[in-house]
């Protein structure tokens, strides 16, 4: 090994954008064009080891090489390099749910969201995330390489992999950044608004980034919400020539979010045998989409409503029919 690597971060950007990947090391940055990328990804399929009944060995960032490594970004098909993938990567760091809302908020988000979802993607190429690993660096250990939203949406990506259930996201494998993060946050959010970037220190060693900062800089993320469970408040960011920008929301008190055609918003409601606000979608009429219970007893009620119409109907075609008898008796 020529070198020894510390950190290999990877960048993307949303579909419009450029799209980057980095190297840090405590002597050098390399930076992937969108070109690159391409290259990358056309060569991925030639360099990616062949998946088996086996699970692979797990990654070992020290057999990371720093000259073959930066050789590849430059040109991925005349230097092949086969990173991790989500088989070979951690999918938990051993910590547990805070609290007792995550788990059912996070269910009420996916089930409302999932017929628009399959509306935008007929082929259903889309991943959700729930407190799942975002990898866009390579360190040690790897899962200091990872940020977990609470719920995330990524459009335009296959659900499995090669058959696979996905482990985590591995931004430098698919190289499509989320369309919206959501975090859920048990204190007062100031760990989610963390903007703290990655930085070497003289020792050689890297800081620990925030996520707000992940999220904006390296992962670009275009739509960032902040739910804050102890205050109720919900905080929406959007990406803006490459910051992020508070959004206000509109007159009923939520946020449009463009790429999903749909509004994000705080419902106080019971759900989950809980009574207390809850995230919701809406659509952009401003109709709360509804989760399965919910679409059940609403055709229920139109069914009721269907059959009390015909009812009515059947005694007014009784009654005239009663007038013309009369009309005839006459």
């Not at 970004?73 to 991790?84: F, K, N, R, S």
């Not at 993320?221 to 959007?238: G, H, Q, S």
Request: proline letters at 8%; hydrophobic letters at 35%.
């Amino acid at each position: 090994m020529s070198e020894s690597i510390s950190d290999a971060t990877v960048s993307s950007s949303n579909m419009t954008d450029s799209q980057d990947s980095v190297l840090e090391s405590s002597h050098t940055t390399a930076n992937m064009s969108a070109n690159t990328l391409a290259k990358e990804q056309e060569c991925a399929s030639a360099t990616q080891a062949q998946s088996s009944s086996v699970s692979p060995a797990p990654f070992d960032p020290k057999s990371l090489d720093g000259d073959a490594f930066e050789k590849h970004l430059q040109d991925p098909i005349a230097h092949p390099y086969v990173l991790p993938d989500h088989t070979q990567l951690p999918d938990n760091d051993g910590t547990f749910v805070k609290n007792f809302h995550e788990h059912p908020q996070s269910i009420l988000l996916t089930d409302s969201i999932t017929p628009v979802l399959k509306r935008i993607h007929p082929d259903e190429h889309y991943a959700i995330g729930q407190d799942s690993g975002i990898y866009w660096r390579i360190t040690e250990p790897l899962v200091k390489g990872a940020e977990a939203p609470d719920w995330f949406y990524v459009p335009n990506v296959p659900p499995l992999l090669d058959g696979i259930p996905r482990r985590s996201y591995v931004l430098w494998k698919e190289h499509i950044a989320p369309t919206i993060a959501i975090e859920f946050a048990s204190g007062d959010g100031s760990e989610e608004r963390n903007q703290t970037p990655l930085v070497e220190t003289e020792e050689g060693e890297y800081t620990k980034p925030g996520k707000f900062w992940v999220y904006e800089q390296v992962v670009r993320i275009p739509y960032y919400a902040i739910f804050i469970i102890d205050a109720w408040t919900l905080e929406v960011y959007a990406l803006v020539g490459g910051r992020y920008q508070r959004l206000s929301p509109n007159a009923h008190g939520r946020y449009a979010i463009p790429p999903m055609d749909v509004e994000l918003g705080i419902w106080d409601g019971h759900y989950a045998a809980q009574n207390h606000p809850w995230l919701r979608w809406w659509d952009l009429n401003g109709v709360m989409l509804p989760i399965g219970h919910e679409q059940a007893e609403q055709e229920k009620q139109r069914a009721e409503q269907e059959k009390q119409r015909a009812e009515h109907e059947k005694q007014r075609a009784e009654q005239e029919k009663q007038r013309a008898e009369q009309e005839k008796q006459r």
